[in-house]
């Protein structure tokens, strides 16, 4: 078997990004044929702010071609906001639909970085699971910053369209008027009767 280590990982990740398709797929086989010892490396490639776009979102794609082994490694990532490493595996990570509704909640309701919580309703909302909504429609209510509420708000409209107006509608009696609007907007765009009624309710109250 090759060794892996992490200057071949980043040769054929390179070859991913830059060579044809069949290139591609010769790089993905090796990939494939190392196995998840593959992963500290893919990792640490991930998180590396100085290295090609492409590459970094091959790196957290290919961690979750190893299948669910992967997710520990992919949500930790999350957390580098900073290095902008947390929106490559944010966009891998939602292929796994419920399974990443644990360790991924828990960072949306408990990590100190509103940044973090940020990515971590992004990536719940793309998983397009109804099993999320209960998690997001929480943090739109209970998230101490005006930001991630206005996020989940966004996250909501764009991926579940009129499934959570009961939690939008919630959101119009947020106390930051920023966040209001968008929830405002949110239930305009949807257009349901629900969500026009919730609005002149809205509305009459003010």
């Known amino acids: ?32 044929a190392v196995g998840p010892a593959a992963l500290p490396h893919l990792k640490q490639i991930v998180v590396t702010p100085d290295l090609n776009g492409g590459i970094r979102w091959d790196a957290a794609d290919m961690m979750a071609e190893y299948g669910e082994i992967a997710i520990p490694d992919l949500v930790e990532t999350l957390e580098d906001t900073r290095g902008g490493g947390a929106w490559f595996s944010a966009d891998a990570l939602p292929r796994f639909r419920e ?5 991924v909640g828990a960072l949306l309701h408990q990590h100190p970085n509103p940044e973090v919580r940020h990515v971590a309703a992004f990536t719940l909302a793309f998983t397009k699971a109804r099993s999320t909504l209960p998690a997001l429609s929480h943090a739109l209510v209970h998230d101490p910053d005006p930001a991630v509420r206005a996020g989940v708000i966004r996250s909501l409209r764009v991926v579940y369209g009129g499934e959570p107006v009961e939690a939008l509608a919630a959101a119009l009696s947020d106390q930051v008027p920023g966040v209001v609007q968008q929830a405002a907007y949110s239930l305009k765009q949807i257009g349901t009767e629900q969500a026009q009624r919730a609005l002149v309710a809205w509305q009459n109250a003010h």
């Open 99 to 103: 399974k990443i509704l644990e360790p």
């Open 1 to 32: 078997m090759t060794q892996i280590d992490y200057e071949r990982t980043l040769i054929w990740l390179e070859q991913m990004v830059r060579g044809d398709v069949s290139a591609r797929r010769e790089a993905v086989e090796a990939f494939l």
